[in-house]
């Protein structure tokens, strides 16, 4: 059998408690997707800067370009 508050200061401590527990779980959640998704972040902006230098050497060969 298990024991559960039946006073107001123990509800208050149980609702406390509960709460805590939450907010460390979704923080402990946060930081392993954060952990995991930080090496696609890199990837993507990786790739964003290698369009960027390819965008900007095309706009350079039609510069050049006689017309």
């Given at each position: 059998m298990g024991h559960y508050p039946v006073t107001a200061e123990g509800k208050l401590i149980r609702l406390v408690l509960v709460f805590a527990g939450?907010?460390?779980f979704g923080v402990f959640v946060g930081y392993a997707a954060s952990f995991f998704l930080e090496d696609d972040e890199r990837k993507e902006a990786k790739g964003i800067e290698e369009l960027r230098r390819d965008i900007a050497s095309l706009?350079?060969?039609l510069d050049r370009r006689p017309g």
């Open positions: 939450m907010v460390l706009r350079e060969s």
